[in-house]
């Protein structure tokens, strides 16, 4: 297996500014201007710059944020070591192929790491030292934790969860955090309560891409997110032992603290609004009407100069993760349902999922269409489903529109499904269901494919061939600036 060409956060940027373009911002203000700029940013296509802010208004010059990472796919291959020549495409497969062969290694305890570097305990606690951002224009407040994650242990066993969830800044020593029902760092905190116990919590911002990546991943419940990522990486991952909960703190983290989840009928807080994935506020207190638990943190670590990443989700116009583990996992589920000559799959989202198949038999894109709709990787928030044939890249949403723009008679070739699994995030939720907890929604499955049984009268396509378009771009690619990627 390849192994990585970065240790940690810094490394990696230096590595995606060798694949991709970059830039670093001076100046800009935490309070909009940030988010503003990256969304503009995440909006160009093919591939958006990463984006470094530094001298952020009011802080001093070091205390960045890092933007986009990976919003190029380029910079999602240099992460897990593939080769950013690739196409998107075929990195999807290469990456789930990593993943699913990658066997569990446990981390390894180092006793140093430049996140001592600064520790800051007790009263002299204080989160505003750090450039956190309000993101979108109606967000409640500030963010510091969206490229996070945070770890907690469960009380029986020894199982220990990763996971990503947003944290609104409250207070210099408090975080308001918004786990979605059923999370399962929600769980483990929830066993605490029961007990009338604080549930103790170590979190980092600014992580390791895999560690970022594994920790927004759903793993099953029991399985080590800090394993997964050691097999990823081919090593063990290092962590430092919290000096004050015992858990473990990712070594190469550039921001980490600890602390811990009160119960929420001992104190909890409104959360939000936030800007949601889906581009709308709807989670957080919003969503559920209820308030939402908080950190008490009690000690920060961080590195000299230390980097906050920014994943805060934005419309689905705006590409912050170019390329999401998930495809390739809902690639290997369809495979393993038995959907045979399946050759691509890929989400714009969790709400539109693509599946790319050779079709062998007519009912072939049904079969497809509705195993998308239920396995665990796509079952979860979504909306519609499109079948599409082998010469439409799923990955390229200006071809699955054509699919679905002219190989779709919508009086025959969509399905509609009721009450499938949804959540308080969607938007076109019905209030009256929200309230209900009724948390379902309906799908369609658009069938955008040749008729199986006509397919040869199917006229044939006038765009100009992938081979052909390949080769005379070759030829006069230095005439007209053909974007490369
Ligand atoms: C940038 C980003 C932010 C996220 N924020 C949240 C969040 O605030 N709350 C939440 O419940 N899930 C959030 N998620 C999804 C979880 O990280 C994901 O479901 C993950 O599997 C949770 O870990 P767990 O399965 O160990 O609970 C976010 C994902 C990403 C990529
Ligand atoms: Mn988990």
């Not at 001298?55 to 990976?70: E, H, N």
């Not at 446990?106 to 305990?121: A, C, D, F, G, R």
């Not at 605490?192 to 604080?198: A, P, V």
């Amino acid at each position: 297996m390849e192994t990585l060409a970065y240790n940690d956060l810094r490394g990696f940027i230096e590595e995606a500014k060798k694949v991709s373009d970059w830039r670093e911002i001076d100046g800009a203000d935490w309070d909009g201007e940030i988010g503003a700029l990256v969304e503009t940013a995440a909006e160009l296509v093919p591939q958006p710059p990463m984006l470094i802010f530094n001298r952020i208004k009011g802080y001093p010059a070091g205390f960045r944020v890092l933007s986009l990472p990976y919003a190029a796919y380029k910079r999602v291959a240099v992460a897990f070591g593939l080769s950013p020549e690739k196409s998107k495409l075929e990195l999807v497969r290469l990456l789930a192929k990593k993943m699913k062969s990658a066997k569990p290694i446990p981390p390894q305890v180092v006793k140093n790491s430049p996140l001592m570097e600064n520790v800051i305990e007790g009263d002299k606690v204080d989160l505003f030292k750090f450039p956190a951002v309000r993101f979108h224009e109606q967000d409640g407040g500030r963010y510091i934790g969206t490229g996070d994650c945070l770890i907690n242990a469960d009380l029986e066993g020894k199982f220990i969860n990763v996971g990503t969830y947003r944290m609104q800044l409250h207070d210099r020593n408090l975080l308001g955090l918004w786990m979605s029902p059923g999370q399962h760092g929600r769980l483990i905190c929830m066993k605490y309560w029961e007990q009338g116990k604080s549930c103790p919590v170590v979190v980092n911002f600014g992580l390791h891409p895999v560690v970022f990546s594994i920790s927004h991943t759903k793993i099953a419940w029991g399985r080590s997110e800090l394993d997964q990522v050691g097999g990823i990486i081919g090593r063990p991952l290092e962590i430092l032992r919290g000096p004050l909960t015992g858990l473990p703190i990712p070594a190469s983290s550039e921001i980490a603290i600890e602390g811990e989840v009160p119960p929420p009928s001992v104190e909890s807080r409104p959360e939000g609004p936030f800007g949601e994935w889906p581009g709308y506020y709807s989670g957080g207190t919003l969503g559920t009407g209820e308030p939402q638990p908080v950190i008490r943190v009690k000690a920060i670590y961080h590195r000299n100069d230390p980097i906050l990443e920014d994943e805060a989700p934005l419309w689905p116009g705006a590409v912050k993760i170019d390329l999401n583990p998930t495809a390739g996992i809902l690639w290997d589920q369809l495979e393993s349902a038995g959907i045979q000559d399946v050759v691509g799959v890929y989400n714009h989202t969790p709400y539109l999922c693509v599946v790319a198949i050779k079709q062998r038999y007519s009912g072939h894109a049904k079969q497809a269409g509705l195993a998308a709709l239920s396995c665990s990787a796509s079952a979860r928030n979504g909306r519609y489903v499109v079948v599409v044939d082998e010469d439409i890249d799923p990955t390229n949403m200006k071809e699955v529109l054509w699919a679905m723009m002219t190989r779709v008679d919508p009086a025959t070739n969509i399905d509609l499904i009721d009450k499938c699994w949804s959540t308080p995030l969607d938007p076109r939720m019905p209030p009256d269901k929200r309230a209900a907890k009724d948390h379902t929604n309906s799908r369609a499955v658009f069938y955008a494919v040749r008729p199986f049984e006509w397919r040869d009268k199917f006229p044939k396509t006038s765009r100009t061939s992938r081979e052909m378009r390949e080769q005379i771009v070759k030829k006069f690619g230095d005439v007209i600036p053909f974007p490369k990627g």
